[in-house]
């Protein structure tokens, strides 16, 4: 088996080859154990008002009453979630697990044309919508099945101070767009309406869809990948196992910036943590970098997640360096390659190693992660296959290439999901008869298991026959000093087919481009070496912050054809 498996032989001491996911017979099974276990402990916070497990136990069960006793949705219903980071967002969210409902993720951010193709795609009956979005919706939801809309504003959990948020939001920063939406239902309403029904107990099993969470917006029209109860579970289970005793149960405190509508903070923060007692700090709006840092100074907290770009903001905000870092034992780095420069950065700073998994929305997202060992530092790896999983790097054709031999990473494992809703032919392009996942990754294995990636299909740069991966490129760049980030991708050339071309944010004003082509000059061979750079204020963005390579290609696409 180690042959097939090599990293088995690497795991960290006390992390099991296998998990049980009979261990739980739903997701609802995994709260009601929580919500039991940890009564009085705090479980979320956001703006400094907090829920414990035995509140949020009260709440969701409520809005679960009101969704199946007065909205009369039942199980297998579609639920859009339209929030950001907010105390109401874990209420709707276990609520309509324990209706049995679907739960429907939706960027808050998303155009109207976006936000359409997702409720109808889903066949969504019901959304709760924060006000700050709800103009989105009203100028689709006639074109949609949503029959039930339920309204909040950011302030509506967080007592008096909660008018003044509202309040000044609406008036002061108008950031709330007048919306017309006259059969919309207030969540504290509805929150209270649902005290006159009984808290439904649906049959719930592995088999059932808990979440249509929607992934490809960026590479063509958004697909839900039903996850089910089984998929999440597994995750859940395979992550905490290899945390080990890492993780102490009712004694963390971790810091939520990615938002939960997003795969990676949904099952690493919420359900992770969640089963182990774990206290949220919500983080509503984490652009506001120095309102973050503001908020990371007023409380001690061990743990945080967060994609590349959201470290390298946080090290570069004023004030960062004097936040108490003494508790913090696990910072987890994933939904885009971690760069080797920000990585030891944060080290140096924090005194806490920046650990690197990998994952995808269609694997729950969790396939692989470092080992959580003392003295671990930052390795350049994605990690090992975590408990029940299998790596394979596969060719064009399917079959399995050699330790070393760089190719498709393929992920098979219990988190896997069912397949994108409504959308065989999709699914299978992706999903294999025997389990596996391609997930357009190219990546290769060493002899101990260890998964590096090398780049996206799709962003791999072809140079003069010779392949050029932009994390390569990126991984170089933002050693320079006086760059703050750097995007890399390849553009035509009559000569070689592509060129590379650098978009870079400076942190030093007077860098130049002759100072950064020097630069790569020392460091990168002559084919790799960027042609074309371009500096810029700011560079596209995913709603976690991930960096849109295919953005920045399709701009200079537009002004050709232009």
């Not at 490129?473 to 009559?494: L, N, Q, R, S, Y």
Request: glycine share 10%; net charge neutral.
């Amino acid at each position: 088996m180690s042959n097939l498996h090599p990293w088995l032989s690497h795991y960290p001491d006390g992390v099991p080859a296998e998990i049980d996911i009979n261990q739980y017979t739903s997701v609802v099974a995994v709260l009601e154990e929580a919500f039991e276990r940890y009564r009085q402990r705090i479980a979320f916070s956001n703006f400094g008002q907090s829920l414990s497990y035995g509140d949020i136990d009260t709440l969701s069960g409520k809005f679960a009453a009101y969704l199946t006793g007065e909205l009369k949705l039942s199980k297998g219903d579609r639920i859009a979630i339209m929030l950001p980071n907010v105390l109401q967002y874990p209420i709707a969210l276990f609520g309509a697990l324990r209706a049995g409902l679907v739960v429907v993720n939706t960027n808050p951010m998303y155009t109207a044309r976006e936000l359409k193709h997702q409720l109808v795609d889903a066949d969504a009956q019901a959304i709760v919508v924060l006000d700050n979005f709800a103009s989105t919706l009203q100028q689709v939801v006639a074109e949609t099945s949503v029959k039930h809309i339920i309204t909040t504003g950011i302030g509506d959990l967080l007592g008096a101070k909660g008018a003044l948020i509202n309040f000044a939001l609406k008036h002061v920063k108008k950031m709330v767009p007048p919306y017309q939406l006259p059969h919309a239902v207030r969540f504290k309403s509805a929150l209270a309406a649902g005290t006159n029904y009984a808290l439904p107990k649906p049959t719930v099993t592995h088999g059932d869809i808990a979440f249509l969470q929607y992934t490809g917006g960026t590479t063509g029209v958004a697909k839900g990948a039903m996850l089910t109860h089984a998929n999440m579970i597994a995750n859940m289970l395979q992550a905490g196992a290899w945390f080990g005793a890492k993780i102490k149960p009712g004694e963390e405190t971790i810091i939520t910036a990615l938002p939960l509508y997003h795969i990676f903070a949904l099952t690493c923060n919420c359900f992770i943590f969640l089963r182990f007692g774990g206290r949220s700090i919500l983080i509503t709006n984490p652009r506001d970098m120095a309102g973050f840092v503001k908020e990371l100074g007023k409380i001690r907290f061990t743990a945080i997640t967060g994609v590349n770009t959201l470290f390298n903001g946080l090290l570069n905000t004023p004030g960062f360096d004097q936040v108490d870092f003494s508790s913090l034992r696990m910072s987890f780095g994933g939904g885009m390659a971690v760069q080797r420069a920000v990585a030891e950065k944060w080290e140096k700073v924090t005194g806490c190693a920046l650990i690197e998994g990998y994952g995808m929305t269609e694997s729950s997202p969790v396939a692989t992660i470092n080992p959580l060992v003392d003295g671990a530092h930052f390795s350049g790896s994605i990690g090992l296959p975590i408990p029940s999983t299998a790596i394979s790097i596969q060719d064009e054709d399917g079959r399995q290439l050699g330790i070393g031999e760089v190719g498709e990473i393929c992920i098979q494992g219990p988190q896997v999901m069912k397949g994108y809703w409504n959308q065989p032919g999709e699914t299978d392009k992706v999903l294999s008869s025997d389990g596996w996942l391609r997930t357009g990754d190219i990546g290769r294995m060493d002899d101990a298991g260890f998964v590096y990636i090398v780049d996206r299909k799709k962003d791999m740069i072809l140079v003069s026959g010779f392949n050029v991966y932009p994390n390569e490129i990126e991984d170089t760049v933002m050693k320079h000093p006086g760059v703050a980030e750097v995007a890399a991708v390849g553009v035509p050339d009559e000569h070689s087919g592509e060129v590379v071309k650098l978009f870079v944010v400076r942190k030093d004003p007077n860098l130049t481009v002759e100072q950064l082509k020097e630069f790569c000059r020392e460091n990168l061979t002559g084919y790799k070496r960027p042609k074309v750079i371009e500096f810029r204020d700011a560079l596209p963005k995913s709603n976690v912050g991930k960096i849109l390579r295919r953005e920045l290609r399709d701009e200079k696409k537009q002004a050709v054809a232009g």
